[in-house]
């Protein structure tokens, strides 16, 4: 039970953010008088995309000190 509503809240939190973002926008376009309302959501658009590219990584070069012991 308490794992559901963890869940819940983190789904909560996550719309949340969303919204107030812009990712997400929801609009009531029916009133709620006797019926159920109506909402329309716009949501943000991400495209992934993979490009190949060279890079230099630099090296790196570890010396132990003089007086290190050895293991």
């Given at each position: ?42 949501v943000?658009?991400v ?25």
């Open positions: 039970m308490r794992t559901i509503l963890v869940a819940l809240g983190l789904v909560a939190l996550i719309l949340a953010g969303l919204m107030v973002t812009g990712m997400v926008s929801i609009d009531q376009t029916r009133p709620a008088v006797v019926q159920a309302p109506e909402f329309k959501a716009d943000g658009k495209e992934l995309g993979t490009t190949n590219k060279t890079l230099e990584v630099p090296t790196l070069q570890v010396e132990k000190a003089e007086g290190a012991k050895q293991q």
